[in-house]
Structures are given as C-alpha cells and as structure tokens.
C-alpha cells in the first residue's frame, strides 16, 4: 500500500491531500516551491539590481525585493503551522454568527480598517503626480495583506501554542506586531520598496491613527474569538487601500519616480524619515 501511494504522479497527490483535507502534507511541497521562488528573486536581484543606489528609485527592483520578502512571510507562515490553521479552521462558526458581542466586534474592526486605510491614510499620503496602476495595486496589496498579516497572525499562534493566558498571548502578540512593523517599515519597506510617500508628520499620523488602533482591535477580536482568517483579510483591506492611496508603480512602469528619503538610524543605518521639501537659502 505504502509503495503505491509513493507512485501516485505530484499534482495528484497534491488533489488527493486536498481532498481528504490532509493539509499537514502539502506544507513542505508550499515551502519548497516558495523556498525556490524566494531564491529565484534573490538570483534577479542580484544580477539586476544589487548596484543600484539608495536613492534611485526603480520599479523592477521594488517589486523584486517585495517578493523576496514575500517569500520569506510566506515560509514562516508555513512553517509555524499558521498556514496549516487557516485550512482547518472555519471561517466562523454557527455560534459566533449569532452572537451579538461577535457581530458588533466584527462590524467595529472593519469599520476601523476602513476608516483608518480607506480615509485617513490616503489624506495623509504623498503621490508625487503617480499615475494609478490599480490592477498591479489590487494584486500587490492582497499579496501584501496576506503575507503580512499571515506573518503577524503566526507570531499570535506560535504565543498560543505556549499555553499561557490569553491575556499575555494578546499583550506579548501585540509588542511583537509593533516592533517587527516598526523595523520592517522603517528600515527595509519604506526605503527599499515603497516610493516616497510619507512626510516626518504622516508617519506619527498613521501610527497612531491608523496602525496601532488596527492592531489593537484586530489582534482583540483574534484573542477573543480566534478568527484566523478574518485576521488576516483585514490586513488584506488595510494593504490593498495602502497600496492604492500610494499610486504604486506596476513592475513594467516608466519614468522617474521620488526614492524615499533616509536619515541615520540605529547603528548608522538608514530608515525611512519621510520627505521634507528641499528649501533654497
């Protein structure tokens, strides 16, 4: 029985574990075609790209680093077991839909996420005359949402797995969720991917208008209700508006475009400090 299973061709086993629900063993075929895609990227990258200057912004190489990036949230996702809950667990359950407590927290988290990315976080967004490209948005930003708050989510999974109480899962996920966002923002996505589109001042706006609220109140409504996936299409709505409001280029698109503009950080290295208007003396 064993040797036939071992015969069976790889896009049928791939149905067969679909169809029985037996999701444990596609992970490490998930892992290995991402592992080989990721380094895929990084080969582009470093033939095309590696030279390029801090302050020359190009499209090609903002979408080649998003997706190395991309890969490796994905792999953890996978490899914390997160990915492997997202197929198991229902979307909700019979109780929580008729639940009043579950239907106001849920209506409350979307309404902040489309308040704080749909509203005030395209107000407080630089374009610099961009054009929309809202087909390459629509498809950056769901693939960002997913991997970003697949990642987050498994940093709240992997503090469940602990046992410890829900209290501290929330409190320990939440400083987690801060301080990767802090560092992936301000140190690689908002120099090394996004063009310019933020000011000293929108960076503080967002913050706290937009990313701490949201974080707050989605990881809440994870800690209390344990809704993996609506977790993340959340994020999904908050990137897809972000990609959105902040015009990003297609991979294929032309012209000169505003390279974030850096200051020392810690250690000497450079972080996105948002644009300030070069005055003449």
């Known amino acids: 029985m064993l040797n036939k299973t071992y015969t ?46 801090i302050d020359v912004w190009k ?24 990915l492997e809950q997202l197929f198991i667990r229902p979307l909700f359950t019979a109780e929580q839909i008729f639940n009043p407590y579950w239907i106001i927290f849920v209506i409350s988290c979307f ?8 509203i005030i976080w395209p107000r407080n967004t630089l374009t610099f005359d961009r054009k929309y490209y809202l087909g390459s948005e ?42 990767w966002q802090f560092f992936i923002h301000a140190y690689f996505w908002d120099i090394y991917v996004s063009p310019e589109h933020d000011t000293p001042k929108s960076i503080l706006v967002k913050t706290f208008a937009c990313h701490l609220p949201n974080g707050a109140i989605s990881l809440g409504f994870l800690t209390i209700w344990g809704n993996y996936v609506l977790f993340i299409f959340v994020f999904i709505i908050a990137l897809v508006s972000s990609a959105i409001a902040q015009k990003f280029p297609a991979p294929w698109a032309k012209g000169n475009f505003h390279a974030p503009m850096v200051k020392p950080g810690i250690f000497g290295l450079p972080y996105g400090s948002g644009y300030i208007e070069e005055k003449d003396n």
């Open 111 to 118: 309404i902040i996420v489309v308040v704080a990315y749909a």
């Open 8 to 53: 069976i061709k790889a896009p049928q086993t791939i149905l067969r574990c679909i169809y029985l629900g037996d999701f444990k063993m596609l992970i490490p075929i998930f892992i290995t075609c991402i592992a080989i895609f990721g380094g895929v990227m990084i080969g582009i990258y470093i033939i095309k790209y590696r030279k390029l200057p």
């Open 59 to 82: 499209p090609g190489a903002a979408w080649t680093r998003l997706l190395i990036y991309f890969s490796f949230c994905n792999i953890f996702i996978a490899a914390s077991g997160t």
């Open 138 to 179: 629509i498809v950056l930003g769901a693939f960002w949402g997913f991997s970003t708050g697949g990642l987050l989510l498994s940093f709240y999974h992997l503090w469940s797995l602990t046992g410890i109480t829900p209290l501290i899962i929330y409190i320990l996920s939440f400083i987690c969720l801060s301080i």
